[in-house]
């Protein structure tokens, strides 16, 4: 019979549960930890585990996984929507890790993919970037509003410090950029309005870019529209879940799009002609975009900028 593993992921423990046998483990979220839970886990001949995204907690242990078993990666509120439909009012830890279980041998979700090492690295160095870009604003916010002079210089010091920093990741972003794939990255280089910082965040956060359907990547990335009827009510269509990271840095390329590309001009005052608001157009065209660096990635071809 085949068992189906559930990991509940705290910070400092892992509760992991089998469906159907029940059985229970409890251990760290540390590497010694995730070894007991690789042996524990091949003792019961697991096919499937399935976790919650918590934060970047689980990162390690579904990386460490992902290489020996399928791997399938969920949002917390997916897990808590199935516990209520099957009847789980109360939240454990190992109620938790059991309705996982249960969940692991029903659903139907991507398999996380070993990532290579400098995918991982590449993430963690996007990441670093966004939180010292982050910071930066919010000094440059702070200096707008600071008349102190003692407290101005503070913060010049400071912007002064966080620019610098911002360079040296750049460098690095951009000399690991071309180890996760060199051809992709030209490729999605000579795209108008795709800057490096946006070549990076694809490269590192939507490694499936050119490898599914349209509906498919625009999913990932939250771009796809969802219907919401019912009888003869027809609600309004809305984007939801997703991968944040990737719909911020494709927002600003939309951007870019409209102002330079004449398709994407004509697309964009078109939907705004027809009533649609500014961001409801700009979604739409984020959504047309990324599905043709899809494409374009997929056939192994280059950008062509339609004529108007």
């Given at each position: 019979?085949?068992?189906?593993?559930?990991?509940d992921?705290?910070?400092?423990?892992?509760?992991?549960?089998?469906?159907?046998?029940?059985?229970?483990?409890?251990v760290?979220?540390?590497?010694?930890?995730?070894?007991?839970?690789?042996?524990?886990?091949?003792?019961?001949?697991?096919?499937?585990v399935?976790?919650?995204?918590?934060?970047?907690?689980?990162?390690?242990?579904?990386?460490?996984?992902?290489?020996?078993?399928p791997?399938?990666?969920?949002?917390?509120?997916?897990?808590?929507?199935?516990?209520?439909a099957m009847?789980?009012?109360?939240?454990?830890?190992?109620?938790?890790?059991?309705m996982?279980?249960?969940?692991a041998?029903?659903?139907?979700?991507?398999?996380?993919?070993?990532?290579?090492?400098?995918?991982?690295?590449?993430?963690?160095?996007?990441?670093?970037?966004?939180?010292?870009?982050?910071?930066?604003?919010?000094?440059?916010r702070?200096?707008?509003?600071?008349?102190?002079?003692?407290?101005?210089?503070?913060?010049?010091?400071?912007?002064?410090?966080?620019?610098?920093?911002?360079?040296?990741?750049?460098q690095?972003?951009?000399?690991?950029?071309?180890?996760?794939?060199?051809?992709?990255?030209?490729?999605?280089?000579?795209?108008?309005?795709?800057?490096?910082?946006?070549?990076?965040?694809?490269?590192?956060?939507?490694?499936?870019?050119?490898?599914?359907?349209?509906?498919?990547?625009?999913?990932?990335?939250?771009?796809?529209?969802y219907?919401?009827?019912?009888?003869?009510?027809?609600?309004?269509r809305?984007?939801?879940?997703?991968?944040?990271?990737?719909?911020?840095?494709?927002?600003?390329a939309?951007?870019?799009?409209?102002?330079?590309?004449?398709?994407?001009?004509?697309?964009y005052?078109?939907?705004?002609?027809?009533?649609?608001?500014?961001?409801?157009?700009?979604?739409?065209c984020?959504r047309?975009?990324?599905?043709?660096?899809?494409?374009?990635l997929?056939?192994?071809?280059?950008?062509?900028?339609?004529?108007?």
């Amino acid at each position: 019979m085949q068992a189906f593993a559930g990991i509940d992921v705290a910070k400092a423990s892992l509760a992991v549960a089998l469906y159907p046998g029940g059985q229970r483990l409890d251990v760290g979220n540390d590497a010694r930890g995730h070894a007991t839970l690789c042996r524990w886990l091949r003792h019961h001949e697991v096919s499937r585990v399935l976790l919650e995204a918590t934060g970047g907690y689980e990162q390690a242990v579904a990386v460490m996984l992902s290489s020996q078993w399928p791997v399938v990666r969920i949002p917390p509120h997916r897990a808590r929507a199935f516990a209520v439909a099957m009847g789980k009012i109360a939240k454990t830890d190992p109620i938790d890790a059991a309705m996982l279980a249960h969940l692991a041998a029903v659903v139907k979700g991507p398999v996380l993919a070993p990532p290579c090492p400098a995918e991982v690295r590449l993430q963690a160095l996007v990441r670093r970037r966004e939180q010292l870009v982050e910071q930066r604003d919010a000094e440059r916010r702070r200096l707008l509003q600071a008349h102190d002079a003692l407290v101005r210089r503070s913060l010049q010091r400071q912007l002064k410090q966080l620019a610098q920093e911002i360079a040296r990741l750049d460098q690095e972003v951009a000399s690991c950029v071309p180890l996760c794939g060199s051809e992709r990255a030209e490729r999605l280089r000579r795209v108008p309005g795709i800057g490096a910082v946006t070549v990076a965040t694809l490269m590192a956060f939507l490694p499936e870019l050119g490898q599914l359907e349209s509906r498919q990547i625009s999913a990932l990335a939250g771009l796809a529209p969802y219907n919401c009827d019912s009888g003869k009510h027809q609600g309004v269509r809305r984007i939801r879940g997703g991968r944040a990271n990737v719909r911020r840095i494709l927002y600003m390329a939309a951007w870019s799009a409209v102002r330079h590309q004449p398709d994407f001009k004509l697309r964009y005052a078109a939907l705004r002609a027809r009533g649609k608001c500014a961001k409801v157009a700009l979604v739409a065209c984020m959504r047309v975009l990324l599905i043709r660096l899809n494409a374009m990635l997929r056939d192994g071809s280059e950008w062509k900028t339609l004529a108007a």
